[in-house]
């Protein structure tokens, strides 16, 4: 069984997730409020099957927050680099390149790791 790492990804804001599993990428996401934690009980019987990675958004949880007004622009920024974490070979997920297209679409030629 996976063992769940705890990090942080990027430079400033620096953004906390939880990561467990190999595969396919799932991010779990939180609702106003909440942080990664909410997912823990899931975590497990989820990266039986997946990548699963659950994150603190800025300004949420153990993650920085943002400087001055919120955009939500950033949010989907910092989407971008939990889809470029280390994993094996796992497909592209779909909403994740529309992301890509419109914040980094030179990414879109990188190879994943």
Do not use: K
Not at 18 to 29: F, K, M, W, Y
Not at 69 to 87: E, I, K, S, T, Y
């Amino acid at each position: 069984m996976d063992t769940c790492q705890s990090f942080f990804i990027g430079p400033s804001p620096r953004i906390r997730v939880d990561s467990i599993g190999s595969g396919e990428l799932l991010v779990l996401l939180h609702g106003i409020g909440g942080n990664r934690r909410n997912w823990q009980a899931n975590l497990p019987a989820l990266a039986a099957h997946l990548h699963v990675v659950a994150w603190d958004a800025r300004g949420y949880g153990d993650s920085d927050d943002y400087d001055g007004a919120l955009d939500f622009r950033d949010f989907a920024r910092d989407l971008v680099q939990v889809h470029l974490l280390p994993r094996a070979h796992r497909a592209l997920d779909r909403e994740l390149v529309a992301i890509e297209v419109v914040i980094a679409p030179q990414r879109l030629h990188e190879q994943p790791v």
